[in-house]
């Protein structure tokens, strides 16, 4: 890749996003562990990423579009909704060590 980022960069960052919700009762994947081995034989969403490199369609989410060149990306639409609550509001404080 462009910036020396490899699909390995990638896994280990789903890894700890993954280890952080197998401690988080509110997440998706609370006590749901997932290894470095199965991150790395993950289906293939869209090279380079894979499976669990993906957001969850759950309560909030986020895109980041890889390309080579602006033109190919044509955004028909966005749209953002909120309660008026910040995530902090949201969570259990424990979580935080506060």
Known sequence: MKY???TDDFALVALKNHDSAFLNPKARFYQKKVTLKEIKRSPVVASPLRLFDC???VNGGAACILT???ADVCI???SL???GK???D???RNLAGV
């Open 68 to 70: 080579k060149d602006r």
């Open 86 to 88: 910040r995530p902090s």
């Open 76 to 78: 028909k639409a966005s």
């Open 90 to 92: 949201l969570c259990d």
């Open 55 to 57: 957001s969850l369609s």
């Open 81 to 83: 909704y909120t309660d």
């Open 4 to 6: 020396g980022t490899t």
